[in-house]
């Protein structure tokens, strides 16, 4: 019984532009996505953080918390 090795590919140049669509082909001015409320904070206590983020205090405030990477 013999075993078959699958072929292996190189990717080349030419080949990575081919598997690349053109920036132009991809323009829409159709929203993608959009998020509303949203928080990324980095920390030890994130949640906490968020919670003070959500009733008014800046990033400045919750520097002990975490670091808000993402308020929106």
């Given at each position: 019984m013999t075993s078959k090795v699958p072929a292996t590919r190189t990717v080349t140049e030419k080949s990575?532009?081919?598997?690349?669509?053109?920036?132009?082909?991809?323009?829409?001015?159709?929203?993608?996505?959009?998020?509303?409320?949203?928080?990324?904070?980095?920390?030890?206590?994130?949640?906490?953080?968020?919670?003070r983020l959500q009733h008014g205090a800046s990033r400045d405030e919750i520097t002990e918390l975490g670091t808000a990477a993402v308020i929106d």
């Amino acid at each position: 019984m013999t075993s078959k090795v699958p072929a292996t590919r190189t990717v080349t140049e030419k080949s990575k532009a081919q598997m690349v669509p053109s920036t132009q082909e991809n323009v829409t001015e159709e929203i993608a996505v959009s998020a509303k409320n949203l928080y990324k904070v980095f920390g030890r206590r994130p949640k906490e953080a968020v919670e003070r983020l959500q009733h008014g205090a800046s990033r400045d405030e919750i520097t002990e918390l975490g670091t808000a990477a993402v308020i929106d």
